[in-house]
């Protein structure tokens, strides 16, 4: 491809992005509107629904919004009916949330049309145009995923915004959840331990 046509392509490329983007906004938008939720609201049901369930603070992370604001969005969700607050089994101190079936059910639905049409749209590619294609898309998410921290060190001091740091912080944010709840669980097999070797401690004692 010569120099001209390779500037002409990348040029259209540009272009196609940008028109796939606005759509995209203009879908979640008007899923918004079919669920009767604001565009946080979905993002947040969003993230949910991709990364499963996640305890208050987590998704505040990963949203980028304070905790404040989030429990009053899980108490509209919750009283939607999208969400609920459940306890975990583990430790009855944390509080986690996570999707219904109703919200789910209504989030497939909603997009089954989307799916059935990119089904049919994936069909005229060969399976080495389809790698092409996740991996272009792929390491456009990571483009993304460099960029939003850049901007966000430029909000100037003191605006308030709560702007997340990009999908990196959903990583971040999950990862330590995860190591979280692996030293928890490390702590209670300890309390576990050390209660049964007090147990045999006392039996010996009165044997």
């Given at each position: ?117 990119w089904r049919d749209s ?86």
């Amino acid at each position: 491809m010569s120099n001209e046509k390779r500037k002409r392509s990348l040029a259209e490329l540009t272009e196609a992005l940008r028109a796939f983007l606005s759509a995209s906004d203009a879908f979640d938008e008007a899923l918004g509107g079919a669920l009767g939720l604001n565009a946080t609201d979905v993002r947040c049901v969003d993230l949910l629904d991709q990364y499963g369930t996640m305890t208050a603070g987590a998704l505040a992370e990963v949203a980028g919004l304070s905790t404040g604001a989030v429990t009053f969005l899980l108490d509209r969700l919750e009283r939607a009916g999208f969400v609920h607050r459940v306890r975990d089994t583990e430790d009855r101190r944390r509080v986690l949330v996570e999707l219904v079936p109703f919200a789910r059910d209504q989030i497939f639905q909603l997009h089954a049309g989307l799916v059935e049409a990119w089904r049919d749209s994936a069909q005229r590619f060969s399976a080495s145009d389809l790698r092409s294609i996740i991996s272009f898309l792929r390491e456009g998410a990571k483009l993304y995923e460099e960029q939003v921290p850049i901007l966000c060190a430029r909000v100037p001091s003191g605006s308030g915004s709560s702007t997340s740091e990009g999908r990196a912080a959903i990583r971040a944010a999950l990862k330590a959840q995860a190591k979280a709840e692996a030293l928890e669980k490390l702590e209670q097999t300890a309390r576990r331990l050390q209660a049964k070797a007090i147990q045999i401690h006392h039996k010996k004692g009165r044997s």
